[in-house]
């Protein structure tokens, strides 16, 4: 009989389906693991339920007790359902990049959130793994179990997860895809895979542009739930025969394409994963089987990678329309760049001799990111910091101004001109999901009094001048 004492009775024995339109006619048969039809709605669900029975047995969590956990939603998701069948209290730490729709689910669960920058480094006291550590400390009965270590969390998929696989194809699996996070994933998966087949199988991961794993440092992207700066304990590289880096664009664009032609709604590392697994199975010929990972539903992403307005605001996503578009107008828009520990007295010469009225002010090396962007140095700056008492010697990122406004480069004209009616006025023009360049009041004038101003190229992305 299909009845069940309780929720967590249901994680695992999710089922395999066919991809047939996102692959090319050739290809080796793709089949998608949908991790989705777990209770908690990701594969998250398998380590939250071996986890906490680890700690149990362990004598970490008693009667009572609080689980405390820095996660991008699904993991805490599966945390919750769990604890809430045992009768513990949960609090839950995540980037600021996370979506309003998970955190809302983790808070109608009765989780506790606490929502920290993403853009800084892991060893960083506001990070959300350095907040869970201390909130872990200070509170009686609490214990974090910290899925980027806990072993735990490979061990519940060498025992469920890579089972189910070859189960599910008999024995024939020739190549299996997932994202990384964590690395749990990919290193239980895996490693069962492997002993069963002999080492036969083919463990591909795949990463965000950006992160460590394909080669990376760790530099921001918009993917959420995968990809790391750097390399967690859960993570068995030697189980890993190839890693595939994927463009924020590509993932996402490939995400919406699994909604509309496989009706598959899943998250953007899920359409990050299938882009490189497509490649896998295009590469493998028609006597292969390959397999890619779902990790999560993308309905925790309807007010992003599902969002027209949310894509055309980073420049994934043109909007119908028959009036000029923001990249019409920006073009020659550049801004130059400046370190935050360069002086002010730089800046002054930096303003003149490009020729600008803004400086964006970024630590990382160009082509820069959305997110390391930290503020902009402008003539008013200037002053007010003169006026202030500055000296020219000292740093620049002691005397921000906020970054600019962003807004995409498909966007109408019309519906940003208002932003600019300040002369000092700019706006952040975003490109396939990074900075391109500025667009300013200048430029809008040119722009409005000569359709396009001569001698003037189009802009490439920031930073490559």
Not at 237 to 265: F, G, K, S
Request: charged residues 20%.
């Amino acid at each position: 009989m299909s009845r069940y004492e309780s929720l967590t009775d249901l994680i695992g024995n999710t089922p395999l389906v066919r991809l047939r339109r996102v692959v090319a006619a050739d290809s080796a048969p793709l089949y998608a693991k949908v991790e989705y039809l777990n209770p908690g709605g990701s594969v998250k669900d398998r380590i939250a339920l071996r986890m906490v029975a680890a700690a149990e047995a362990q004598g970490l969590l008693g009667p009572g007790g609080t689980i405390v956990e820095p996660t991008s939603g699904n993991t805490g998701v599966g945390l919750a359902i769990v604890a809430q069948q045992k009768g513990y209290h949960c609090v839950f730490t995540c980037p600021d990049k996370v979506s309003r729709d998970k955190i809302d689910v983790l808070r109608a669960y009765g989780a506790e959130v606490v929502i920290c920058p993403a853009a800084v480094r892991p060893e960083h006291p506001d990070s959300y793994r350095s907040v869970a550590r201390r909130i872990a400390a200070e509170r009686p009965g609490a214990v974090q179990l910290n899925q980027y270590a806990n072993q735990s969390n490979p061990d519940s998929h060498y025992h469920t997860t890579g089972p189910e696989l070859w189960r599910q194809t008999e024995g024939r699996l020739t190549h299996f895809v997932t994202g990384i996070g964590t690395g749990g994933t990919i290193s239980g998966t895996g490693r069962y895979l492997k002993e069963v087949s002999d080492g036969a199988v083919r463990v591909v991961g795949v990463d965000p542009d950006g992160s460590i794993y394909s080669g990376g440092t760790g530099r921001p992207y918009l993917l959420e739930g995968v990809g790391q700066p750097s390399y967690p304990d859960s993570y068995d590289p030697t189980v890993v025969d190839e890693i595939i880096p994927v463009a924020d664009h590509e993932a996402i664009m490939m995400t919406r394409r699994l909604a509309r032609e496989d009706a598959l709604l899943t998250g953007g590392s899920g359409g990050m994963a299938v882009a490189a697994a497509a490649r896998v199975a295009a590469e493998a010929g028609p006597q292969a089987l390959v397999v890619v990972l779902l990790p999560d539903s993308g309905r925790g992403y309807l007010s992003k990678i599902f969002n027209d307005d949310w894509l055309a605001g980073l420049g994934l996503h043109d909007p119908p329309t028959d009036q000029p578009r923001v990249r019409d107008a920006a073009i020659g828009g550049h801004p130059a760049l400046i370190r935050p520990d360069e002086t002010l007295a730089h800046a002054v010469k930096l303003l003149r001799d490009a020729d600008t009225t803004h400086l964006l002010v970024s630590a990382a090396p160009p082509p820069v990111r959305l997110a390391e962007i930290l503020g902009t140095v402008t003539a008013a700056v200037l002053a007010r910091a003169y006026a202030a008492g500055a000296g020219p010697d000292e740093p620049v990122g002691a005397h921000l101004g906020p970054v600019p406004p962003q807004v995409g480069a498909g966007m109408p004209l019309p519906d940003v001109i208002p932003l600019l009616t300040d002369p000092s006025a700019a706006l952040l023009v975003v490109d396939g999901g990074r900075p391109s360049c500025l667009l300013t009041a200048r430029c809008l004038v040119g722009y409005l009094a000569e359709g396009r101003p001569a001698g003037l190229s189009a802009p490439s992305p920031l930073g490559e001048q």
